[in-house]
C-alpha cells in the first residue's frame, strides 16, 4: 500500500511538473517620444515568482511583423524562457520601422521606444537585472539589422547582441521594405543611408566590448551581405560568433536559429 501511494506522489508531482510553463502577457506600453501605445509579449519564465532577478533578451520581428510574431509562429520560444530562466520581450517595431529614430517620420522613433523607454518600463514592472550584462538583444531580418544597430550604440544597455538572417548593409536594396519611408531616398540622402547601415557602424565596436552573434542561411538574399560583415569583424579582430547553414528567409530557419541564439544569450549571462 505504502508502495502504492508513494508511486502515485511521484506520478502527481511529474504531472505537476510538467504542467508548469512560461507564462506570456501582452502588455501596454507608451512611448513619449511617438506618442503613442504600444503592445509588447512578455514571456516569463515558469519559476519566476522564485526569482529575485533574471536577465533579460529583447527579440525583434521583421519587417511587416508585430510583437505577436515570435509566439505566434515560433513557439519553441516560451520553452526557452524557462529552460534559460530568462525574460524574453518581444516589442512592437512598426510595419518597416528598422529600428531607427527616422527624420522622416516622427510617428518612428523606434531607437528610442526600444533602448530607452521599453528599458526602462521593463525593468521598473519585472525582476530584471538592471545593467548590460543582464540584457540582450536579437531578432531576425529588420530585427536583425535592429538589434545589431541598437546594440552597437547603445552598449551601456545591452551586453550580448545576435542577429538572424539580419539585413546588415541596406545599401544594395535602396528601393525595399519602406526604408526610404524612414531616411528618404538613397539618392536624395546618401550620408543617411551611410551613417544607419550595421556594416558602416564596426568602429563604434572595441574587441570585446560587446557579445556578437550572427546567423544566416546560405539560401538567404541576405547572404552576401552577413558574409561581408563577418569578414569586417575578423579584419577589425572582433570576436563573435558566425553561423550558416543551409536554409532561407523563412519561419522554420528561424525557429531553428533562435534556439542557438538564446544559448548564447545564456552562456554570456552565466560566464564567470
Given amino acids: 500500500m505504502k508502495r502504492i501511494l508513494f508511486q502515485t506522489l511521484i506520478f502527481i508531482s511529474f504531472l505537476a511538473a510538467s504542467t508548469q510553463a512560461a507564462v506570456v502577457d501582452t502588455v501596454d506600453t507608451y512611448s513619449a517620444a511617438m506618442k503613442k501605445t504600444l503592445k509588447t509579449v512578455i514571456i516569463k519564465p515558469d519559476n519566476y515568482a522564485s526569482l529575485t532577478e533574471m536577465p533579460t533578451v529583447y527579440l525583434l520581428h521583421g519587417y511587416s511583423g508585430d510583437y505577436a510574431d515570435w509566439i505566434k509562429k515560433a513557439t519553441d520560444v516560451q520553452k526557452l524562457a524557462d529552460q534559460y530562466k530568462m525574460l524574453i520581450v518581444c516589442p512592437d517595431g512598426g510595419f518597416g520601422s528598422w529600428y531607427w529614430d527616422s527624420p522622416v517620420d516622427a510617428q518612428s522613433q523606434y531607437e528610442t521606444y526600444v533602448s530607452k523607454e521599453l528599458v526602462a518600463f521593463v525593468d521598473r514592472k519585472y525582476k530584471t537585472i538592471k545593467s548590460a550584462k543582464g540584457r540582450g538583444i536579437t531578432g531576425l531580418s529588420m530585427g536583425g539589422h535592429g538589434a545589431l544597430f541598437l546594440a552597437f550604440r547603445h ?3 545591452f551586453g550580448a547582441v545576435g542577429s538572424m538572417s539580419g539585413g546588415v548593409d541596406i545599401r544594395p536594396f535602396p528601393n525595399n521594405w519602406d526604408m526610404a519611408k524612414k531616411l528618404g531616398k538613397f539618392s536624395e540622402q546618401p550620408e543617411r543611408w551611410e551613417q544607419n547601415t550595421v556594416i558602416n557602424m564596426l568602429h563604434l565596436l572595441t574587441p570585446n566590448s560587446l557579445a556578437i552573434i550572427i546567423d544566416c542561411g546560405v539560401d538567404d538574399f541576405f ?3 552577413n558574409e561581408k560583415l563577418h569578414e569586417q569583424l575578423l579584419y ?8 550558416t547553414r543551409p536554409g532561407a528567409h523563412n519561419w522554420p530557419y528561424w525557429a531553428n536559429a533562435v534556439q542557438y541564439q538564446m544559448l548564447f544569450m545564456n552562456n554570456f549571462f552565466t560566464k564567470k
Fill in 236 to 243: 577589425r579582430n572582433i570576436p563573435h560568433d558566425y553561423i
Fill in 223 to 225: 547572404f552576401k551581405v
Fill in 155 to 157: 552598449q551601456d544597455v
